[in-house]
Antibody, heavy 119, light 110 residues
Framework: EVQLVESGGGLVQPGGSLRLSCAASGFTFSTYWMSWVRQAPGKELEWVANMKKDGSEKYYVDSVKGRFTISRDNAKNSLYLQMNSLRAEDTAVYYC????????????WGQGTLVTVSS | QSVLTQPPSASGTPGQRVTISCSGSSSNIGSNYVYWYQHLPGTAPKLLIYSNNQRPSGVPDRFSGSKSGTSASLAISGLRSEDEADYYCAAWDDSLSGRVFGGGTKLTVL
């Protein structure tokens, strides 16, 4: 059974940093692209970033470029999202998701972790 | 405003058939596969349709997807109360080099 478990969310002040983690199990993590997707309160789903299985390709939504960094450790079956210079508009539930890469889509999602940016 | 356009709401009575549309452009739906998700607040989104019209195992055949040009649609037949949820379409966008989602459609079963 595919399982994705996010952690690391919490309350952070504007301008602060936070690192999200996603622990994957039930599939061969190193053979899949992985994504982060977020949902702000009362808003639609918004794709944030994804990363190729070997880390050689990464894509980001424009609003987080230069502030967020996606990374992975295939030996630990883990995906990360380093979030710097956080803004109020980054407040959202962040989902880790298994991805098939550009041209294709996402199949499995985690339960999400809440990030709140507020003073 | 979302790159993919969905109606904000849809409704139907039990047993009815409802359709949710998703409109895009040549850089997303027109040139890439469309995916559909069902989302209940506070839970993990669930994949309903992949590659325009394919159902993952475990998804009832009441759910079906189609695509024509730069638009796609999700049809739900034999509507049930447990179908009440938010539905999202998604596709890769070649111009943005990123994945885009529709604004979501809240389905109400009357």
């Amino acid at each position: 059974e595919v399982q994705l478990v996010e952690s690391g969310g919490g309350l952070v002040q504007p301008g602060g940093s936070l690192r999200l983690s996603c622990a994957a199990s039930g599939f061969t993590f190193s053979t899949y692209w992985m994504s982060w997707v977020r949902q702000a309160p009362g808003k639609e789903l918004e794709w944030v970033a994804n990363m190729k299985k070997d880390g050689s390709e990464k894509y980001y939504v424009d609003s987080v470029k230069g502030r967020f960094t996606i990374s992975r450790d295939n030996a630990k079956n883990s995906l990360y999202l380093q979030m710097n210079s956080l803004r109020a508009e980054d407040t959202a539930v962040y989902y880790c998701a298994r991805d098939y890469g550009p041209k294709l889509g996402i199949d499995y999602w985690g339960q999400g972790t809440l990030v709140t940016v507020s003073s | 405003q979302s790159v993919l356009t969905q109606p904000p709401s849809a409704s139907g009575t039990p047993g009815q058939r409802v359709t949710i549309s998703c409109s895009g452009s040549s850089s997303n739906i027109g040139s890439n596969y469309v995916y559909w998700y069902q989302h209940l607040p506070g839970t993990a989104p669930k994949l309903l349709i992949y590659s325009n019209n394919q159902r993952p195992s475990g998804v009832p055949d009441r759910f079906s997807g189609s695509k024509s040009g730069t638009s796609a649609s999700l049809a739900i037949s034999g509507l049930r109360s447990e179908d009440e949820a938010d539905y999202y379409c998604a596709a890769w966008d070649d111009s943005l080099s990123g994945r885009v989602f529709g604004g979501g459609t809240k389905l109400t079963v009357l």
